[in-house]
């Protein structure tokens, strides 16, 4: 039996600033010493709070090279991070639509 969410949201964002993405597989998210270098505010969840509780990782590729990589907490609240600019995102419901995630300061200048 197959169940179709006709409402239902994508699982990561399709496009990035425009730009479609290719999603891997989740996966376990690796353990790094990244967490013994950040500080609290820098390891909580911008969602619930939770202090190291980016559990999955996620690689996109956009334009044929690696990009993206999201992270998602037990409570489902995904940080993308782009590798070409340094910069994190904190994802919001409208990330998932078909228009994908917009960097705000780009919204509406792109098409
Ligand atoms: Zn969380």
Redesign the pocket.
């Known amino acids: 039996m197959t169940l179709t969410l006709v409402h239902s949201r994508a699982d990561l964002p399709p496009l990035w600033d425009g730009a479609p993405v290719t999603w891997g597989p989740w996966k376990d998210a690796p353990v790094t010493t990244w967490r013994f270098h950040a500080s609290v505010a820098e390891r909580a969840?911008t969602?619930?709070g939770?202090i190291d509780?980016r559990e999955k990782v996620n690689l996109g590729v956009v334009d044929g090279l690696w990009r993206l990589l999201a992270y998602r907490?037990?409570?489902g609240?995904d940080v993308v991070f782009n590798h070409e600019t340094g910069e994190a995102w904190d994802l919001d419901p409208s990330d998932y639509g078909p228009e994908g995630s917009v960097d705000p300061n780009l919204e509406g200048k792109l098409f």
Request: proline letters at 0%; hydrophobic letters at 10%; aromatic letters at 0%.
């Open positions: 969840c969602s619930c939770l509780g907490c037990e409570c609240h």
